[in-house]
């Protein structure tokens, strides 16, 4: 076998093409993870070559098809790490680390890899902070833009659980700034997506915006009164708290409206 004799012979002037002849066979056989450990050895053998660093892709593809999940991991985190560039090879690798965590339950490591998305078109439209390399604007896609939304929809969804758990209780001042400063936040994730332009995720992205106002109006409504009220105060603070909450429910009505 082309094995056999590569191991026998390693001088041979015939060696150096058994391996092409070896892949060959891999891949005509269907053996996907015999021809991924030869394509891992010709991207080793050149790392800093198109050659390369196409191998370590195709190597990643290859362990994912003989379902070697470890291997794949590892080849497509690596990949991710060393070529950066061209974005859209290196953000499918990122997309699918995502993936690859969300199924292990790594949630943390996969918002990692959900940030390197977010970043790499953020980077690509000119809007990288001073210590990111900005990417040329043709980089950008309508590709990058969906996997930015998507990313950046995971994020707007975190800033949104956490500024619904936030009860407003007595006092009110206190908890309503805390309200307001988790609502700034979740307006800011949920405006970033709808800067990507990616149409339906700027659909989705609007119309959790308004219900953000509705939540404030509702629990505006529903906190927790002061105690030792008279009947007549009790009243006259629900007034107040109609007032508070109406300009909300108003933002939110113009934003559906808007959406439709």
């Not at 053998?45 to 994912?64: D, I, M, V, W």
């Amino acid at each position: 076998s082309f094995v056999d004799f590569q191991s026998r012979y390693p001088h041979s002037k015939l060696s150096p093409g058994i391996n092409e002849q070896l892949f060959y066979a891999y891949e005509q056989s269907k053996d996907f993870a015999n021809a991924a450990v030869l394509l891992v050895a010709q991207h080793t053998a050149s790392p800093n070559t198109e050659t390369g660093r196409l191998a370590l892709l195709q190597a990643a593809e290859y362990f994912e098809k003989a379902q070697q999940r470890a291997q794949a991991l590892n080849s497509y985190r690596n990949y991710a790490h060393q070529y950066p560039q061209p974005m859209a090879d290196a953000n499918e690798a990122r997309f699918i680390l995502s993936e690859f965590y969300l199924q292990s339950n790594e949630q943390s490591k996969r918002r990692f890899w959900l940030n390197k998305l977010v970043q790499a078109h953020q980077s690509a439209l000119g809007q990288s902070s001073q210590n990111e390399a900005r990417q040329p604007q043709s980089a950008a896609s309508p590709r990058s833009a969906y996997l930015a939304s998507f990313a950046a929809m995971v994020f707007a969804t975190d800033a949104n659980t956490v500024y619904k758990r936030i009860k407003l209780t007595q006092p009110l001042a206190k908890s309503l700034q805390n309200k307001q400063e988790a609502l700034q936040i979740a307006i800011e994730q949920y405006e970033r997506i709808i800067d990507f332009g990616s149409a339906q995720f700027v659909t989705a992205a609007n119309y959790h915006l308004a219900n953000l106002y509705i939540t404030l109006a509702q629990d505006l409504m529903d906190s927790s009164r002061p105690q030792n009220l008279s009947p007549l105060e009790l009243s006259q603070y629900e007034i107040l708290l109609e007032e508070q909450a109406f300009p909300f429910e108003e933002t939110a009505i113009g934003l559906h409206e808007k959406n439709i």
